[in-house]
């Protein structure tokens, strides 16, 4: 059975991401066992910092790896951070620049979020990579699908 996954980084790192075609996603190093339990047919949601938006969904295509090259990733919070848990994908559905999802304005739809609210969806999404059930998956690619 899949698993469907937030992982929450820069709009920045979204972008290098997105000139990758989504070909991979990187983990910071505290995400180890995390990223280890992905497996091919999961699904991981891009959430964006700062601007609060879901950019992009993603599957899962193959076994986690390390990799300590670097791929332009950078971590807002601890410079010189590398990210070197990775795992292949393909995108599912990637929002176009300026067509992203504003979380605030889907917060009672998601399990995730609905007990927060949009005042206090910061502390929905700290750290870099969370689980999700299917059913906040569902409505965050359906809602996607519907602006692409």
């Keep these: 059975m899949s698993q ?8 920045e790192n979204f972008e290098v991401l997105r000139k990758r075609k989504f070909d991979i996603t990187a983990f910071k190093s505290s995400r180890k066992k995390q990223s280890s339990e992905m497996r091919p047919g999961d699904r991981i949601v891009f ?11 993603v599957e899962v295509t193959g076994e986690a790896f390390e990799d300590t090259s670097d791929i332009g990733l950078e971590s807002e919070g601890k410079p010189g951070e590398d990210f070197p848990y990775r795992i292949k994908t393909k995108p599912v559905v990637i929002a ?11 917060t009672d739809l998601l399990d995730k979020t609905r007990n927060f609210g949009p005042k206090k969806l910061g502390m929905c999404f700290r750290g870099n990579l969370h689980r999700i ?14 602006r692409k």
């Design 133 to 146: 059930s299917d059913a906040d998956l569902e409505v965050i690619e359906g809602l996607l699908a519907e």
């Design 47 to 57: 959430y964006l910092t700062g601007k609060v938006l879901f950019g992009g969904v």
């Design 4 to 11: 469907a996954w937030i992982t929450v980084g820069t709009p």
């Design 96 to 106: 176009k620049p300026g067509n992203e999802i504003d979380v605030r304005d889907i």
